[in-house]
């Protein structure tokens, strides 16, 4: 099997091909699902991360495709992220899968990598193949999904304005709500940094990835890729009288015109537990979106199965589990 690289960033026909073998391939293992947006996936293709340096491969023509993230980032020079590793139904079972992962571990060996770790969903042909390829689940974790309800929608709602400004929530006993569209503003940027500190306390099971430290600068530097592959963000806060972001939660549509969304972090710093903050954001984050994107009809995010707490508040939320996942991770 002719396993090739892609230039970077890949030509339009080579984006096309790409999104034909991940339709094919979502057709049969994800039916239930919305197919892959071409916006979603030129944008990952096309705008290089900012945590490393991306590899795409393709296999014969339109057989499968691989794309590795080699992480750069300080503390992270040591192991690498498989982001994509997806054969067409039909082509499956011929060893393109094999070839496609024997040319990744061949590029991981090549720069030094120890581990690789990807996200894989359960009960799978995915995870059949991962750990048929020795891999391992060091983080189960499950998809959970809401409808989100049409009903109270406006295209008058200031939500729906990305000029608008800040929009202001209800009122939580000693708190603000917040909804920012687009990048944090800078006013605010280090106190929702700080609050991203706070993920530490995070499941992460054995992987083999290290937190990095959070700064405004690095947190608009994350945003920005978002909205330059295309995609948009909000982020709902809730803050206290003298400037703490005390929890919140983000949204990311990769396609603004889809009808899905991907709920990001959601966070409570540890000295603000215990007053339902996690709730107040989140079901404040759904109200803001369904506002602000008429077309939206579906929410989803991952919980790791040891994070209960999270799990709870989803649960009270209307989110369904869906889908078991896990962070799959060899060693080299």
Known sequence: MMIHSLALPPSDAEVDAWLAVLTAAAAADLPQLPPPSRVEVAGRLCVTPVRGRPALWAAGEGAGVAALLLFTEEGNTHTAFLDVLTVRPEERRRGVGTALWERVREELLAQGRTSVA??????????????????????????????????????????????????????????????????????????AAAAHAAMEDAPTGDMDERIQTWTARRLHTLQQLILDRGGDLSTVAAVTPEGEVAAYTEIVLPDPAGTSAVQYDTVVVPAHRGHGLGRAVKQHMVAQAAARHPRLRRIATTVADENRPMRAVNEALGYRRERGLGIFQIKL
């Not at 969903?121 to 891999?135: H, I, K, N, R, S």
């Not at 689940?137 to 608008?164: C, F, H, I, K, T």
Request: no cysteine; aromatic share 10%; net charge negative.
């Open 118 to 191: 990807a996200m894989v969903d359960l009960g799978g042909p995915g995870q059949a193949f991962a750990e048929a390829m020795g891999f391992e689940n060091v983080l189960p974790m499950a998809w959970y999904a809401q409808e989100v309800p049409s009903a109270g929608r406006s295209a008058a709602d200031p939500a729906a304005d990305p000029a608008a400004g800040p929009v202001r929530g209800p009122q939580t006993p000693g708190y603000e709500l917040l909804t920012w569209h687009g990048l944090v503003p800078d006013a605010w940027a280090p106190a």
